[in-house]
C-alpha cells in the first residue's frame, strides 16, 4: 500500500482527538498526517479553508473529501472504509457527516472545556 496523506485542522480538539486515535491505530505507519492550521506549507492542491473544513486525504494520486480513505488504510477500519466506496454507504456517511458538521462547534466548545 503506498503512503496516504490525511490533511487535518489540528486547532480542532476534536479532530486532534480523532488523529491521535488514528495515530495509534496506524500500526503500519502508513499514513502521512499534516496538520493544515498553522502556517506551513501543506502541499496539497485545495485552499486552507477548504483543508479546514474536513479531512481530506491523498490516495492513489487522487484528493478525496472524508475520513474513508483514512479508513481503508488502517487494518481495524478497513471494512468500513471498502464500504464507503458504495455510493448508498456513502451517500449515508455523507449525511451523517453534514449532520455532525452542523453541531460541531458546539462539540468543539465543550472539548476545549474538557481539556
Do not use: N
Not at 48 to 64: K, M, P, S, V
Amino acid at each position: 500500500m503506498s503512503r496516504l496523506v490525511v490533511w487535518h485542522d489540528g486547532a480542532c480538539p476534536l479532530c486532534r482527538r480523532e488523529i491521535v486515535l488514528m495515530r495509534r491505530l496506524d500500526r503500519r505507519g502508513v499514513i502521512e498526517f499534516v496538520d493544515v492550521a498553522g502556517d506551513g506549507d501543506v502541499a496539497c492542491p485545495l485552499d486552507r479553508e477548504t483543508l479546514l473544513a474536513r479531512f481530506h486525504a491523498r490516495e492513489d494520486g487522487r484528493i478525496l473529501s472524508g475520513a474513508a480513505a483514512m479508513w481503508r488504510a488502517i487494518p481495524l477500519l478497513r471494512p468500513l472504509g471498502l464500504a464507503a466506496r458504495s455510493p448508498i454507504v456513502l451517500a449515508g456517511l455523507e449525511a451523517a457527516y453534514r449532520l455532525f458538521l452542523k453541531v460541531r462547534p458546539r462539540l468543539q466548545a465543550l472539548a476545549r472545556r474538557a481539556g
